[in-house]
């Protein structure tokens, strides 16, 4: 393509009233159902992926102003959710599709903002690039933006590349010329740009994130944040990141759960010394079900819950601002550890035959396995915990004083 910050032809299909994204949504779902054995035997998802950009799901953040459904970050957790029982590889598409669609505001150029919209209603994706290997963590970046003429000159090399493969645009994060971090939109086709379909994780096959190469690459200087700190990341992309993963984490124990139910219900077969005519009737596993249930309906509530306070908040609602980052810790541990538990308890229910391999009923658990391993849970109770001490100490203090001799 000569030109990848032109203009597209390609046709819009949007949503709109956002009455219909739920009948939509439940469509696609069904629809990543039938695909979701055969993609991840062959590892290939191009079929999946098509299906997304047709569906005009990929708009819902879309202002209204622009074309767009505007739709909250409730419809977006929602949509999420509701496409991670079926395949949570596709359904992480759309993290950084979300996000990054909601920063697309902070840019300076309405030339820039109205192509990018543009691209979004026509069912392009937008990935992202920040993680690196080599450093200390992931986020200790070797990747550079530096001025050059009327734009920036982007270097560097990125892994876990999310949702690259088959994206029209990618947001690159790294080291801008002021020392703290910039980031870039850059065209998956720019010249120096170079994706490799080599993600080769456990499991999220179809979140499609390849390495990504930056040799030389030119962007201009519309496309791109200069400073991308602390103060934007809350209002765009990283708590909204964060709660679509506590969705994934959740949409995959609900689908565990759907294909597990289903098999106690019809399954015909019951374990040799059990003296119930049909596994069904077992109390034993009827109690365990219950329990699960309860857990999943739990974190299904609190999930909800903060997709609200993250609505208010991004409405310029500061004073949720606390109130949110307490609500999103709890609902991203234990989304992860509701995520483990049912993908792995699942088998125990109908028993050894669960293990089939042509099943692929494994995947729900590779793919919670491989989402729950960047971020460790431990980390998220312990973070819940200290801000709780820190916030309840001067309350204490002033309520509680010690006796005057």
């Known amino acids: 393509m000569s030109n990848p910050f032109g203009t597209s032809a390609n046709a819009a299909v949007v949503i709109s009233p956002l009455a219909e994204v739920t009948a939509t949504n439940q469509r696609l779902k069904r629809e990543l159902d039938a695909l979701a054995v055969t993609s991840d035997q062959k590892s290939s998802y191009q079929a999946a992926r098509a299906k997304l950009r047709d569906s005009g799901l990929l708009g819902l953040r879309v202002p209204r102003e622009m074309g767009g459904a505007g739709g909250t970050q409730e419809h977006v957790i929602a949509v999420t959710r509701i496409l991670a029982r079926a395949d949570a590889g596709i359904a992480q598409l759309l993290q950084p599709h979300y996000g990054f669609t909601d920063t697309i505001a902070l840019l300076p150029s309405a030339q820039a903002r109205h192509r990018l919209y543009q691209d979004v209603l026509n069912g392009e994706r937008i990935a992202n690039a920040a993680s690196e290997r080599g450093g200390k963590h992931s986020a200790d970046f070797t990747t550079t933006l530096v001025p050059e003429g009327e734009g920036y000159r982007l270097n560097g090399r990125k892994y876990y590349a999310t949702g690259s493969i088959g994206a029209r645009w990618i947001t690159v994060i790294g080291k801008g010329p002021h020392g703290g971090q910039t980031l870039a939109y850059v065209p998956t086709d720019a ?38 700190d602390a103060a934007h990341r809350v209002r765009a992309w990283h708590e909204s990141g964060r709660l679509i993963h506590a969705a994934i984490d959740l949409g995959i124990a609900e689908g565990t759960f759907e294909w597990g139910a289903h098999a106690v219900a019809t399954d015909q077969r019951i374990p040799f010394e059990s003296p119930y005519r049909l596994l069904a009737e077992d109390p034993v596993l009827q109690y365990q079900m219950g329990i699960v249930s309860a857990r999943v309906r739990a974190v299904a509530a609190l999930l909800t819950e903060t997709s609200r306070l993250l609505d208010a908040v991004q409405q310029q609602d500061a004073a949720s601002l606390s109130a949110l980052q307490a609500a999103l810790v709890a609902t991203k541990a234990l989304a992860a550890d509701v995520s483990l538990s049912v993908s792995s308890e699942v088998f125990s229910w109908s028993g050894a035959r669960t293990a089939d391999r042509a099943l692929r009923i494994e995947r729900y658990w590779r793919n919670a396995r491989t989402r729950t391993l960047h971020d460790p849970v431990r980390l998220r109770y312990l973070e819940l915990g200290r801000s709780l001490i820190a916030d309840a100490a001067p309350t204490f203090s002033s309520t509680h004083q010690d006796p005057q001799p």
Request: proline share 5%.
């Open 191 to 228: 010249a120096g740009v170079t994706l490799q379909d080599d993600w080769n994780g456990l499991g999220q096959r179809g979140s499609s994130s390849g390495s990504l190469i930056l040799d030389a690459v030119k962007v201009p200087k519309d496309y791109i944040i200069p400073l991308w």
